[in-house]
């Protein structure tokens, strides 16, 4: 449900935000409760072939970062950084690049700050990938940390 409060259709984004309004007194203790299944979730819908599909996931990450920050960005970054040494393909490793580079932008500037290290460390080795996309979206995260720095 929490997925689909970021629907790109209307209809869907609200009625799954009252859905998960009714349904959820806590967001924070359920989503610290269900992250790695959600972003797993949520990497399978970034990496599909719908680019509907795809904005959701983005969006649903977006969510995640500009609401929750610092209480769930850390373990959402561990899994990322985990699918990413695990990729198989190049969609995968583009997908992991594209969301990362997506949470650089919807971070705060405090949470930008704190997640620093963590993105250039993880973003560092794709600079030199073989692949345009790879690079470009490694360069773009280098260039929102040093804007909003």
């Known amino acids: 449900m929490f997925i689909l409060k970021y629907d790109t259709v209307e209809r869907v984004h609200t009625q799954a935000s009252q859905i998960w309004k009714n349904i959820v007194d806590n967001q924070l203790f359920i989503l610290k409760q269900v992250i790695k299944t959600l972003i797993t979730q949520v ?55 594209r969301v990362l580079c997506n949470m650089a932008q919807a971070a705060s500037h405090r949470l930008l700050i704190q997640i620093s290290p963590r993105l250039l460390g993880i973003m560092d080795n794709n600079l030199a990938s073989d692949s345009a996309e790879i690079r470009d979206y490694s360069t773009e995260v280098f260039v929102i940390l040093f804007r909003r720095q």
Do not use: H, P, W, Y
């Open 43 to 97: 990497f399978k819908i970034i990496i599909s072939q719908d680019f509907e599909l795809q904005e959701m996931g983005l969006g649903c990450m977006r969510g995640l970062v500009e609401k929750f920050g610092e209480k769930l960005v850390n373990e959402a970054l561990d899994i990322f950084e985990n699918l990413l040494d695990s990729a198989t393909d190049l969609s995968q490793t583009v997908g992991v690049c």
